[in-house]
């Protein structure tokens, strides 16, 4: 055997045992390096993104307040907040039912409205959502009450919104009724857990 074959073995062989010694000191590290705990947050909470209400699919219900703008003739827009039967009263077209519609629906309702009622021809106006209705949070915070929604707001912002945790708050064990669920449906929640619009959250007082 030639010295350049030898030579040639023996680089390729101390090679061989400087990547080996390299793995081993990388898993060496890893083992010592802890991980952080999987914890429920990690686990099982979804993107922002997917917890908020995309817009176009949010159906209005009573406490909301939209804005209606009609091109075709100004002095018929204006604001208008649902009240508790569902209904708007926009000008010159009498009251008009809305619940459970989105913004696109309502709007083809009052152009239909205006052309059937004959005061427009071509109905050109659009439909915004304004304010979202209300959440509701009760027991043991700072001001118990109804707050003006906030997009993305989690449970713990709003016990913030409502003065925080009084001392006798028992944080295990807070509960969310989901608006539109029926009356005593309710679910157990955390302080990272999302708040919709006309949720009830409530914060029980601790046994002890």
Not at 22 to 40: G, K
Not at 95 to 102: L, Y
């Amino acid at each position: 055997m030639s010295i350049r074959i030898v030579a040639l073995l023996d680089l390729l062989s101390a090679l061989g045992r400087k990547v080996v010694l390299a793995v081993a000191l990388s898993l060496a590290a890893a083992a010592c390096d802890p991980q952080p705990p999987m914890t429920a947050n990690t686990l099982q909470q979804p993107s922002q993104v997917t917890q908020t209400i995309r817009m176009a699919e949010y159906r209005v219900a009573p406490g909301d307040r939209v804005r209606i703008v009609v091109v075709s003739d100004p002095e018929l827009s204006g604001e208008y907040e649902i009240d508790s039967a569902g209904m708007i009263s926009p000008r010159m077209a009498g009251r008009v039912s809305v619940v459970g519609m989105t913004t696109a629906e309502i709007e083809e309702t009052l152009r239909t409205r205006y052309r059937i009622d004959g005061l427009l021809r071509v109905a050109r106006l659009s439909v915004d959502l304004v304010a979202r209705r209300p959440f509701y949070i009760l027991g043991e915070v700072g001001r118990p009450g109804s707050f003006p929604y906030v997009s993305g707001i989690n449970v713990a912002q709003a016990v913030a919104i409502a003065g925080g945790f009084t001392r006798r708050a028992s944080k295990a064990r807070m509960t969310i009724q989901r608006f539109n669920q029926t009356q005593g449906m309710e679910e157990t929640v955390t302080e990272d857990s999302p708040v919709g619009p006309g949720d009830i959250i409530r914060v029980p007082e601790r046994w002890f």
